[in-house]
């Protein structure tokens, strides 16, 4: 079976270890090992004691129990530890897409499920969250026109992200429900991807689509509002019968968590410090989302964004002649900052921050990215004598003109000219009927 790149990830795994400054991680600075026992009352010595075995394959019953007590009337049976909200996301596909099947999608994501759907079901229809003024406020809202023409009566599953990577904004409870009637209507699961739920800078946690539906897979993990990413503890939550079934595709897999990943994941997960966890991934939020955003209201000219609800990521947009992949390619070799590209997550001309590490570094790496745009706008070329001039106007005032949302989805447009030629018209064609025209984005509010 051959699977597209899926390009954001690549381009991570091969630089975020090797840049200065590594702004393109989503979740919170994360805990360390004795702050994480720390929490559970110490304990060191048991831990180290730790026999090196296999431990439980679906996840140690009490591990289980503590991740089944984040959702109403969930038990032990309803609930699979994997390695990673990846591996959840991947054993769920698996399990449930056949070739000739379809998969609706949320656009702009996280394209793990966009790559997977592809290559398990052949095919993939985009539905978008859209920048809309709504309650006085800009958001990025479910266009639920666009929800209906992707689900029909052959999509399998309908994918959501929420909160949702890159943007941070969380669905409404219509939103929800508009897509838990097209999950009726035509037969289709629901796996919604709630990594992020948890990390709302509200403090509220965003509601679960848990108990909406009884086709719904929820898959999640210890990544990004837990700050643990290095433990690679995630889960899958759903009716029993289908989650045993993905079980027994992750026997194909890594078999089971690791020892002392389920060990520390029972601490993070015990209901009594869950919510400490999420306090301090909380705090760090409040404190560097406003730090995040001075900066790009410093250089509103260049930059506009709609504010996220979740996560320590901002996803802006951005007025510079030159596409998002070519702009973080420029930032990363000439700067040595590491941010993400709008066009890997669906979205062109735009960038996602991570802000989620130490205040005072990220500004380090902003002023390195303010350098940069310093050094490009320098660079542009003079115009002739008596040429009219071509100003761009400021993205505020752009904004309320046409917006220049991309329809391209990520692909093999961002690299690799062989493998471009191969694919781009079919994509094109592909999304040609699921795009919708875009509406402007606001931003600063
Ligand atoms: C929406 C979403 N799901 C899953 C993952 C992968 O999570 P993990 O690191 O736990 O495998 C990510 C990572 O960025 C993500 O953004």
């Known amino acids: 079976m051959r699977i597209e790149p899926f390009r954001m990830e690549r381009m991570q795994s091969t630089f975020e270890n090797y840049v200065d400054y590594n702004l393109s991680e989503s979740g919170v600075h994360p805990m360390r090992v004795s702050e994480l026992l720390e929490i559970g009352g110490g304990g060191a010595e048991r831990f180290l004691d730790t026999e090196l075995g296999y431990s439980q394959s679906n996840g140690t019953e ?61 095919r993939a229809d985009a539905f978008r969250l859209l920048p809309r003024r709504d309650g006085g406020r800009m958001r990025w809202a479910l266009d ?55 990390a709302e800078v509200s403090g509220r946690t965003a509601s679960s689509f848990w108990g909406r539906h009884d086709r719904v897979l929820i898959t999640s993990g210890l990544s990004k509002a837990f700050g643990l990413p290095g433990l690679r503890i995630g889960w899958v939550a759903g009716p029993a019968a289908p989650v045993s079934r993905i079980w027994s595709y992750r026997d194909y897999t890594t078999i089971a968590p690791g020892m002392l990943s389920d060990y520390l994941g029972r601490i993070a997960m015990d209901p009594k410090r869950r919510e400490a966890i999420f306090s301090r991934t909380r705090a760090i939020i409040r404190r560097n989302l406003p730090v995040i955003e001075a900066w790009l209201r410093s250089h509103d000219g260049v930059f506009g964004y709609i504010p996220p609800e979740a996560g320590a990521i901002v996803f802006a947009r951005y007025a510079l002649p030159i596409g ?97 030629s191969a694919s781009i018209s079919t994509r094109a064609s592909r999304f040609a009927s699921s795009s919708v025209a875009t509406r402007p984005s606001s931003c600063i509010s």
Not at 93 to 119: C, H, K, T
Not at 362 to 381: K, V
């Open 62 to 122: 009490e591990l289980r129990d503590r991740i089944a007590a984040f959702y109403d009337g969930a038990k032990r049976a309803n609930i699979l530890v994997t390695n990673g909200g990846s591996e959840a996301n991947y054993a769920t596909l698996w399990s449930l897409l056949e070739r000739g099947d379809r998969v609706a999608f949320m656009i702009p994501n996280y394209l793990q499920a966009w790559g997977l759907s592809r290559a398990f079901a052949g």
């Open 144 to 198: 639920t026109d666009g929800l209906r023409r992707a689900v029909t009566k052959r999509t399998r599953i309908i994918l959501v992200t929420n909160p949702n990577n890159p943007t941070g904004a969380i669905l409404t409870e219509e939103e929800m429900d508009e897509v838990v009637r097209a999950a009726r209507r035509s037969g289709a699961w629901i796996v919604a991807d709630e990594i992020y739920r948890g």
């Open 324 to 420: 998002s992949v070519p702009l973080v390619n420029r930032l990363r070799t000439g700067k040595s900052v590491l941010v993400c590209a709008g066009d890997q997550f669906g979205v062109g001309r735009h960038l996602r921050f991570g802000f989620g590490s130490d205040a005072e570094y990220m500004l380090r790496g902003l002023q390195r990215i303010a350098e940069a745009l310093a050094e490009m706008a320098g660079a542009r070329p003079r115009r002739a004598t008596g040429q009219r001039p071509r100003r761009r106007p400021p993205l505020g005032a752009r904004q309320r003109g046409r917006a220049e949302y991309s329809d391209r989805l990520p692909g093999p447009q961002d690299k690799d000219p062989a493998a471009r």
